[in-house]
Nanobody, 115 residues
Framework: QVQLVESGGGLVQPGGSLRLSCAASRSLFNIIIMGWYRQAPGKERELVADITESGNTNYLDSVKGRFTISRDNANNTVYLQMNSLKPEDTAVYYC?????????WGKGTLVTVSS
């Protein structure tokens, strides 16, 4: 059973930065795409950013220019660098990986942006 383990969440002041990491518990093959989703209280889960194996990226409009997604294919790890954080970025952030065989989700890491 593959597990995705997120880390790097926490409390940060507006304008601050955090870096989220997500690592798979074992090697994954034929990964199509890796991404980060978030869910704020009372809202639906939304895609924040994703990245294909070839490095093509896609971002939620509200995070463009502030967040950067990257991946380490050799270690099945995906990162989300979040800069200029805003209170509206507060949410639980989930890692997602899609392969040809299955889709995997992490349990989430809480990001709170507050003064």
């Amino acid at each position: 059973q593959v597990q995705l383990v997120e880390s790097g969440g926490g409390l940060v002041q507006p304008g601050g930065s955090l870096r989220l990491s997500c690592a798979a518990s074992r090697s994954l093959f034929n990964i199509i795409i890796m991404g980060w989703y978030r869910q704020a209280p009372g809202k639906e889960r939304e895609l924040v950013a994703d990245i294909t194996e070839s490095g093509n990226t896609n971002y939620l409009d509200s995070v463009k220019g502030r967040f950067t997604i990257s991946r380490d294919n050799a270690n099945n790890t995906v990162y989300l660098q979040m800069n200029s954080l805003k209170p509206e970025d507060t949410a639980v952030y989930y890692c997602n990986t899609i392969t040809f065989r299955a889709e995997y989700w992490g349990k989430g890491t809480l990001v709170t942006v507050s003064s």
